[in-house]
């Protein structure tokens, strides 16, 4: 079993569109994470996400916004794409607290057009 | 804000060749530092956690080090399998992770 899964693995859209990456993971933890890696493979944090608080990183755009139906799953929403959103997109878990690794799910390369 | 700095960007290594890769950091109280292995395509791989200066920790050919400003990843003898991105991460307090620009090791057989 995959331990963080991420669909779709591609996504091609063009400039404008609205579309959705949905992560889910298996492993119990309490915390969720979506980070970005852009073309010169830096990871950069977008959000972090548990039950009970979403911490957005202030440099993201208010286009992006993270949904979590449940503590297993964590979606991320993009609304009026811009080709810059071009990227991998990484989901994260992990128990929340100090000094744990987190899993990361293979990645979501979006390309804008 | 914390920071990590990783180098050499790239690295080129002969099969069997030992060599190390350096990441610096600056944090406000370091909970852990964190190593990764990341193969094209893939999401990073969990290699390693250190939490206080002069802890050391080994897999295979892969050892990691750790100071009050610094972690060093050793690689003995490597083999062309461990061609791959290698990624340090700190973690303080409740923030997420921060990583390092990746040091991208080529071992040629």
């Known amino acids: 079993d995959t331990a963080v899964s991420q669909t779709p693995k591609y996504l091609v859209t063009q400039m404008g569109n609205d579309k959705s990456i949905k992560c889910e993971q298996n492993?119990?933890?309490?915390?969720m994470y979506w980070y970005k890696q852009d073309s010169k493979k830096f990871l950069k944090i977008m959000f972090s996400y548990n039950n009970k608080e979403l911490i957005i990183n202030e440099t993201v755009p208010n286009r992006f916004s993270p949904k979590s139906p449940d503590k297993a799953h964590l979606n991320l929403h993009i609304n009026s794409l811009e080709l810059g959103d071009s990227a991998v997109y990484f989901c994260?878990?992990?128990?929340?607290?100090?000094?744990?690794?987190?899993?990361f799910g293979s990645g979501t390369r979006l390309t804008v057009v | 804000e914390d920071q990590v700095t990783q180098s050499p960007e790239a690295l080129r290594l002969q099969e069997g060749e030992s060599s190390s890769l350096n990441c610096s950091y600056t944090?406000?109280?370091?909970?852990?530092l964190f190593w990764y292995r990341q193969d094209p395509g893939k999401g990073p791989e969990f290699l390693f956690t250190l939490y206080s200066a002069g802890e050391e920790k080994e897999k295979e050919r892969l050892k990691a080090t750790l100071t009050k400003k610094e972690s060093f990843l050793h690689i003995t003898a490597p083999k062309p399998e461990d061609s791959a991105t290698y990624l340090c991460?700190?973690?303080?307090?409740?923030?997420?992770?921060?990583f390092g620009k990746g040091t991208r090791l080529s071992v040629i057989a």
């Open positions: 991460a700190v973690n303080s307090g409740n923030t997420p992770l921060v």
């Open positions: 492993l119990g933890h309490d915390t």
């Open positions: 944090v406000s109280g370091l909970r852990g």
């Open positions: 994260a878990s992990s128990h929340q607290g100090t000094g744990y690794g987190y899993t």
